[in-house]
């Protein structure tokens, strides 16, 4: 079965870095897309950032880039969220998403980001 597991969330100060990872199972992890996606207390989901099979190619959501990095390891079934000069508006639930040859979802539990001095 597909599993995914975030890890790396925490409590940490404005302007201080966190690494997020997403162990991976179940699934040709090599073969597919894997994106981050955020949710804030009280609001919707927000997609933060995906990476192509190979890792090439990345996007961001306007509001992370410069200061967040993803990247995958493929070897090690592990994605990975680079989270520099956190802000509070940061502080969100977040969740690793694959996505299969036919476009469906799958989702980890999420692991809690907070930003707050």
């Known amino acids: 079965e597909v599993q995914l597991v975030e890890s790396g969330g925490g409590l940490v100060q404005p302007g201080g870095s966190l690494t997020l990872s997403c162990a991976a199972s179940g699934f040709t992890f090599g073969s597919v897309d894997m994106s981050w996606v955020r949710q804030a207390p009280g609001k919707g989901p927000e997609w933060v950032s995906t990476?192509?099979?190979?890792?090439?190619?990345?996007s961001y959501t306007d509001s992370v880039k410069g200061r967040f990095t993803i990247s995958r390891d493929n070897a090690k079934n592990t994605l990975y969220l680079q989270m520099n000069a956190l802000k509070p508006e940061d502080t969100a639930v977040y969740y690793c998403n694959a996505k299969d040859s036919l476009r469906r979802d799958y989702w980890g539990q999420g692991t809690q980001v907070t930003v707050s001095s």
């Open positions: 990476i192509k099979p190979d890792g090439g190619d990345a």
